[in-house]
Structures are given as structure tokens and as C-alpha cells.
């Protein structure tokens, strides 16, 4: 039976429609697949302010996304707990375009907006009853501090993360271990794509759900999606009021989830123009873009490490918008940057303007001159994902002096931490996952 509202289907189509909270409970569809809205709801932004700061805007843009669901009425509330820090819109040192800052979270890291959300929606949904409901995330680094951080003391909840062992910077090791209680961290000898596939396959096993209440809270959750739209909204309608024109938007990009959210807002109906995936040397996603044929592959390392994702989880939601090649490619343009242009951008800026960014960010200002140089004359709009801060061993060597830290970052860099290993196979994993249920209460 379809639901009234806003449905959500799966991009693989055997799974029964759900209104959003079945989609945000579930995680994954029962069949394997993404959830997504069965269309994307047009939101009229006249009347909209955009000086209202998140938390008051974000209702008017999310209200359609949860129509006809039991979260409808909370939209408010959950908003006002997730939307707690800024998303500040501001010129580029250079006067060359703008940059949008999404760091000020309590993990320094646009992830903060998903997770908070995220949670601010599972808490007031009916829990499993019984034995906590266990939220499983594998992360390339940023996505499970922000989750560790949102859940972390959340009664008959339990987070477990699952991050490669070595290729996250030490800070970000850290932030993982260093909430402990309800949450623990799992270093995977492995990359990314090792933990996502591990991930995956838990909550594909029938069987252990019968056990151990689980779900997922990767950007393939789309508790995590349907947050990221509002900054970009927000961002979109300052932009056309201050230069009378939509905002082009350079998108540091690795599992595809912020870009995605991005297109939602102008697929809705927000002031978007161009959106520019900006890539670390995992070129999976610009080599497609470019013409050649979409291809998964292993990820590798590099300095943006946030973005080592070589199986993009979220192209199978564009995918599934659009089987056109043609017309995927025309609503995104891509770019792959290597590890010395990373630095190289980097030193120069601090350098000569001052201005410090994380790796991830460093892609997107990249692009940014790459698509100068080429005679590109837009006025694009740089979008910094994480506070350099968190990446110190690499930029500080750069740059040659120390970053400050935000005060809410170094709180949590004073906490001692308490990360475990994990070996790369299945089995260890859902034995874990079976002794942590029936050992350990959750907390009440
Ligand atoms: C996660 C992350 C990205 C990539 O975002 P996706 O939504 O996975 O494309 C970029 N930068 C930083 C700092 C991140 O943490």
C-alpha cells in the first residue's frame, strides 16, 4: 500500500514505499537499495527569509520531504536540536567568489548537520524494545566523530564505527575513540570501501537483525541527505540577493552526499546554478563525468582522506533520478586533484591571502583556479567542508605555523581515547556485534 505524503521508494524498486521516518529508521531499503523521494517536492522560496538562521529556516524547506509522516509534527523541534551552529556564506579572501562555511559544528566537519539531525529523528521514533538499537557507520573519517558526537549518551541507543585503521589523520583517530560509553570505535585494517561493504553486509544479514536491532547512519541514510539541502537553500537565496544571481557551487565531493543534497535544493526549487564535484585522486566520479563509463574501483589514500571513496554510494540515487548519461552530465561538472596540488594550494593561500583550509577544502579552491584559468568566469562558490584544524599533521608542516583550534574541538582533544581493532572480515565483525547486544545494557 502506498502511504499519503511524501513517499520514498528504492532506487532498486522491490521494496515497498515508506513516508520519511520508515526511510530514516530503515537505513538501507530492505532489497539493498537507497531510499529516495518518489519525486522531489518544488518548495516556493518567496517569503522565505534567508537571514533566519537555520533551525527557523530549515522547517519551511524540510516540511514537504516529511508530509503525511508521525516526525511531521516534531519538524520543528528536531530542527531546532540539529540546526545548532551557523553555515556562514561569506567573500573569498580575493574578492574571486565566495565560500561557504560548514564547520562549525562540534566536530568541525559539515558532517555535524547530518548527524545531529539524524538523531534528533531516531530518538523520537518507537525503539526496537528490548535490547538498544545499535548504529553502525563506516567512515572515511569525518562521518563517525560527527555521529559519535550526536549520539553519544543517547538512552537505548549504541554506536559502533568502523573506520580505516591508519588512514585517518591522528585527530580524527581521536575524535572517533574519545567518547567512549555508548560508542566504540573499530579501526579496520583496511580502506574505506573495506568498511562500507562490511557495513552493508550487516545490515543486509537477515539473520543478525533477528538478534541485534541495527541501522546505518552513512550518507546513504537519508536522515543524513535532507539536512545538507538546508544550507545549500539558505546559501542560494543570500547569493541572489546579494548579487542578483544563483549560486554556483564548488562541492568537495567523495561518497557523493553533499553534492547530491545540493541538487535536491535546486531540483526544489532554490536559486542553484551550476554544481562542480571537486575530487581527490579518486577519479571515479570526474572520469564519468568526463564521458568515460561509471566505474567503481578500489579507493586509495590521499591527503583529502575524507574523500578516498572509490564506490561513490550515492550515485545510485542520480542513477536512479536519470538513466541518461547525457543528462547526468549536464547537470554536474567534475574535477580530479592530486595530492601536490592539494599542498600546493594550500601553502600559496596561506601564503599570499592568509586564508588556511583543510585538504578537502584545498580541492575545491583548486578547481576554483583550474576553472579560471580555463576562462571560466562564473562567480563560483567554494564549499569548505572541514575546519583545518582537524588536520594539522598535514598543514601545519605546509604552512609553517600552528592553526587554531576551535574551542569545541580542543574540549574534545583533552577527553583520552579508547579505539580497538577489528580485523576486515565479516565474521569478526558480527561477532562483535552479537556479544556487545547481549552483553551490555544500553544506557537508560
Ligand atoms: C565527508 C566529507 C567530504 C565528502 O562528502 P560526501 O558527501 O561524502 O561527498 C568532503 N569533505 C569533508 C571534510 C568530509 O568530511
Not at 148 to 176: D, K, N, T, W
Amino acid at each position: 500500500m502506498t502511504p499519503a505524503g511524501m513517499c520514498y521508494v528504492s532506487t532498486r524498486g522491490n521494496a515497498a514505499p515508506v513516508t520519511v521516518s520508515g526511510a530514516i529508521a530503515d537505513g538501507l531499503a530492505p532489497d539493498g537499495g537507497l531510499y529516495v523521494p518518489e519525486s522531489l517536492p518544488r518548495v516556493d522560496p518567496t517569503g522565505v527569509d534567508p537571514d533566519a538562521d537555520l533551525a527557523a529556516f530549515a522547517p519551511r524547506l524540510l516540511a514537504p520531504f516529511f508530509s503525511g509522516d508521525r516526525l511531521a509534527a516534531a519538524l520543528e523541534a528536531i530542527c531546532a536540536e540539529a540546526f545548532t551552529f551557523p553555515a556562514p556564506l561569506r567573500l573569498l579572501a580575493g574578492n574571486e567568489g565566495r565560500i561557504l562555511e560548514l564547520f562549525y559544528g562540534p566536530t568541525a566537519a559539515f558532517k555535524d548537520f547530518g548527524a545531529r539531525f539524524l538523531a534528533a529523528c531516531l530518538r523520537r521514533l518507537p525503539g526496537p524494545g528490548g535490547g538498544p538499537l545499535t548504529i553502525l557507520v563506516a567512515t572515511s573519517g569525518d562521518t563517525g566523530a560527527a555521529v559519535a558526537a550526536a549520539f553519544h549518551r543517547l538512552p537505548g541507543m549504541r554506536v559502533c564505527i568502523l573506520y580505516p585503521e591508519g588512514r585517518v589523520s591522528p585527530r580524527q583517530a581521536h575524535l572517533l575513540g574519545c567518547f567512549g560509553e555508548n560508542v566504540q570505535a573499530l579501526g579496520v585494517a583496511g580502506g574505506f570501501d573495506d568498511c562500507q561493504r562490511l557495513v552493508k553486509r550487516a545490515l543486509g544479514d537477515a539473520e543478525l537483525r533477528s538478534c541485534v536491532a541495527l541501522t546505518s547512519a552513512n550518507s546513504i541514510s537519508l536522515g543524513r541527505l535532507l539536512p545538507q539541502t538546508v544550507y545549500f537553500a539558505r546559501a542560494a537565496l543570500q547569493h541572489r540577493r546579494a548579487r542578483g544571481a544563483p549560486l554556483n557551487a564548488i562541492v568537495p565531493t567523495g561518497n557523493l552526499g553533499n553534492a547530491l543534497a545540493c541538487n535536491w535544493a535546486r531540483a526544489a526549487g532554490f536559486p542553484i546554478g551550476r554544481i562542480h564535484l571537486a575530487c581527490n585522486a579518486n577519479a571515479v566520479l570526474p572520469d564519468f563525468f568526463a564521458g568515460a563509463p561509471y566505474v567503481p574501483r578500489p579507493g586509495t589514500a590521499t591527503l583529502a582522506n575524507a574523500m578516498d571513496v572509490g564506490a561513490p554510494g550515492n550515485f545510485e540515487r542520480l542513477r536512479h533520478a536519470s538513466r541518461d548519461d547525457a543528462a547526468l552530465r549536464a547537470a554536474f561538472g567534475a574535477g580530479s586533484v592530486e595530492d601536490a596540488a592539494i599542498r600546493a594550494v594550500v601553502r600559496r593561500r596561506a601564503c599570499t591571502q592568509g586564508e588556511i583550509f583543510c585538504p578537502h577544502t584545498a580541492t575545491a579552491v583548486h578547481e576554483l583556479e583550474r576553472l579560471r584559468a580555463a576562462g571560466d568566469e562564473t562567480h563560483w562558490t567554494v564549499v569548505a567542508t572541514a575546519h583545518p584544524a582537524k588536520f594539522d599533521d598535514v598543514i601545519e608542516p605546509l604552512i609553517g605555523r600552528r592553526i587554531d583550534v576551535p574551542s569545541a574541538l580542543a574540549a574534545l582533544l583533552r577527553r583520552p581515547a579508547q579505539n580497538e581493532p577489528l580485523a576486515p572480515d565479516y565474521a569478526a565483525l558480527r561477532a562483535l556485534l552479537l556479544a556487545a547486544s547481549s552483553s551490555s545494557p544500553a544506557l537508560e
